[in-house]
């Protein structure tokens, strides 16, 4: 038999391992490695007993018998024989010599691998915020930005930046849809996971175009560690604030006081800064907020400022509308001036006495007020105090005064006591006339008689203390017109002068040419004077117990040598009713008249043209009753006492009352 050789050939057997990971986890955490013979030929492959020997879980069982060459920080992509780079980087021969012992030299085996890293998740936050009207902004610097990092509170194990690497704000660009046009508000969006859309929150402020707006993404260049190829980026949550935008407007008003004062805004200047997108506010239609110190057409005169919280606080957003105009785009700040201005009033007032006689100022005409508001009529009247300061022997002549606030000059001023009159600017026109000396030259009395005229829409105070309006347009004439008559030497004051007695006077008087420098004396004979006062009005007496009254006698009076003299008269004359209460106590002056060896004791009082004599003892009173001789004696020591002491002026007394009773 002849001798023979058998040829054992190696079966060929092909492994191909498979695996995958996170990028920058460790080898250690791969739980889905695969390994399958790719054998499909009968003779090939691990057969009898080896066959299904090799598995991935005998393989990794011994994980010194295996080799993943990979590392944490490999970049992700795929690795191995079956990848762009050829090269193995699962070695298990070693774990495969182990499984199959002595058969292991029966195969020819072929290691196939690929091993996948795959990307890792990194999820970002994103806050900005910017101010109505501008643009938002797309670099990073911007914004608040931070991404997770890995193993920090709440981070997913195979998410956020790993090995130390970081992103700054220089590498990241935003992507932001909110424009110059979009409501201040905040704008909030996120991303639920890789690959999935941007969320809009449902409470955004608006949408523009019918798209929502926000932070809907970001770029990140590579960059201290980082590589985009390594991560997929995921926005967490993107938060977006568009500011309101200052808008800083500015009021200015003006009103008198007394004036009311203006809530519409087209009464007042108005100026804006910091409107956008060509909006408008029609400051016309709005309404202007006062506070309660400018709020009253009496407010106090002054310079009111919103940096004080007091006058224009601004206008009631309310009413606050325009072309494109939102109020809850803008943060409005309010810099506002209110002057009201002091009320200028002209008040006008004229008084007289006698050079040489005491004060006794009185309203020689209806004292006139312009541009006083009706309300405060009454307190002028009330509060005003009439300053004489004029010496008390002065030359005759009318001295007018021009006082403003507190300032002027003159003899006769009017003071206004009280605060509301720092709220107005009084200019007062005053009018002193100051009448000569009884003693006088006829030539010069005659050239300062005062001359009544009408006044337009005067207020005046009454006796009673009551208010009241005269518009006396000037058109009539008074019954009486305050003339002082002047008799001497043939000259005449007035044109209701007495015929007779003027005719009697001029025949006993020499020229008075002829004396000008010469003074002249009173003449006794017939009780008057070559220079004499004389009113001409009919001068009634009226005997009262306080509620009867009977007509006395009837007088002219005069006045000369600091004597009053009296004379019987049929003239007619009015006899005029008390119009107020009897003078005060204390506005009475004592008068004492001999009579039948007694001293009769009256007090003398005047009130709105009536002189008044109270008797106080029976002497008085029994005077009182009598008539003629005594009557005239009576009458003449009252109307001297009432021009002596209480500077009464003859032509102003229209009657003379005596009071018989006793208790009055």
Known sequence: MKQGSYIVTKCLVTFLTTGSRTYGEKNSTVNNYTIKQQNTAAQEGLTGR??????????????????????????????????????????????????????????????????????????????????????????????QVAFDMAGGTGVEVDEGLVGGQTIAKSQVTVQNSVGPTNDAGTYTTSQSDVGKEIAYDADNPERVDGKDQGIDGLTVTDGNGFKNKNYHIVLKQGTYTVNKRPLAITIKGEKTYGDPTSFSGGDYDVSESGLQNHETIDFGDASVVHSHDTDDRFSNAGEYHSNDGKGILGFDSDTLHGDGFKLGNYDITYDTVFVIDRRPVDVYMESRRTSGSPSSLRMDEPMQMRNVP???????????????????????????????????????????????????????????HILPDRMMKPSVYNAVQPVRRPILDVMYLKVDGSEGINRWGGAETPEDDGAIILKDNGIVGSSRDNADR??????????????????????????????????????????????????????????????????????????????????????????????????????????????????????????????????????????????????VQLEDVEAVYIYTDMRK
């Open 374 to 432: 009706q309300e405060h009529q009454g307190r002028f009247l009330s509060d005003l105090q009439v300053i004489d300061t004029a010496p008390q022997v002065i030359a005759a002549g009318d001295y007018p005064g021009d006082y403003l606030d507190e300032h002027g000059a003159g003899y006769l001023d009017l003071s206004f006591a009280g605060d509301t009159y720092c709220n107005y600017m009084i200019h007062r026109h005053t009018v002193y």
């Open 502 to 647: 003027t005719s009697r006077a001029n025949q006993s008087q020499p020229n008075p040419s002829e004396h000008l420098d010469q003074p002249t004396r009173p003449v006794t004979a017939d009780g008057m004077g070559e220079l004499h006062e004389e009113v001409e009005q009919a001068v009634p007496v009226i005997y009262t117990d306080g509620e009867n009254k009977e007509l006395g006698g009837r007088y002219h009076l005069a006045y000369e040598n600091d004597t009053v003299v009296v004379r019987p008269t049929a003239d007619a004359a009015v006899v005029p009713a008390l119009r107020t209460a009897s003078a005060a106590e204390e506005a009475r002056k004592v008068l004492r008249v001999p009579y039948q060896g007694a001293e009769g004791e009256y007090e003398v009082a005047y009130a709105d043209g009536i002189v008044q004599l109270y008797t106080k003892n029976d002497a008085a009173r029994q005077l009182a009753e009598a008539r003629g001789k005594d009557e005239q004696r009576l009458l003449q020591s009252g109307l001297e006492s009432a021009v002596q002491q209480l500077g």
């Open 50 to 143: 080896n066959a299904n020997t090799v598995t991935a879980d005998k393989v990794m069982a011994d994980t010194t018998a295996f080799t993943n060459k990979t590392e944490a920080l490999t970049d992700a992509g795929s690795y191995g024989t079956e990848s762009a780079s050829s090269e193995q980087v699962l070695d298990i021969d070693p774990a495969v010599q182990t499984i199959l012992g002595d058969d292991y030299k029966n195969y020819a085996i072929t290691y196939q691998d690929k091993f996948t890293i795959n990307p890792r998740t990194v999820r970002v936050t994103i806050a900005g915020e910017s101010t109505y009207g501008e643009t938002a902004p797309t670099k990073g610097e911007a914004y």
